[in-house]
């Protein structure tokens, strides 16, 4: 089994910045994509950001310029620098992750990030 394990969400004011972290432990292969998604009261989950093992990004329009996916192979953990948060930033962030050699995705437990104005 794998376990994503995540932090770094809070309450933060208008402005101001969070990194959030997700670490995958367990029976791993390989995981070859990571992704941050968020879910706000009301909406649709979305993508915020998605990273491959090689690098290759994806930003949703709404945080592109704000924010910054990263990844540490080695550690199969993946990063999120989220800079000039709005109060539309204010939603529940999940981790994703994909190992493509088993055909499995696995999620976080989603971790509250609150911006106030």
């Known amino acids: 089994q794998v376990q994503l394990v995540e932090s770094g969400g809070g309450l933060v004011q208008a402005g101001g910045s969070l990194r959030l972290s997700c670490a995958a432990s367990?029976?791993?292969?390989?995981?070859?994509?990571m992704g941050w998604y968020r879910q706000a009261p009301g909406k649709q989950r979305e993508l915020v950001a998605a990273?491959?093992?090689?690098?290759?990004?994806n930003y949703a329009d709404s945080v592109k310029g704000r924010f910054t996916i990263s990844r540490d192979n080695a550690k199969n953990t993946v990063y999120l620098q989220m800079n000039s948060l709005k109060p539309e930033d204010t939603a529940v962030y999940y981790c994703?992750?994909?190992?493509?050699?088993?055909?499995?995705?696995?999620w976080g437990q989603g971790t509250q990030v609150t911006v106030s104005s």
């Open positions: 990273i491959t093992s090689g690098g290759s990004t």
């Open positions: 994703k992750a994909s190992d493509y050699g088993v055909h499995l995705d696995y």
């Open positions: 367990g029976s791993i292969f390989s995981i070859d994509r």
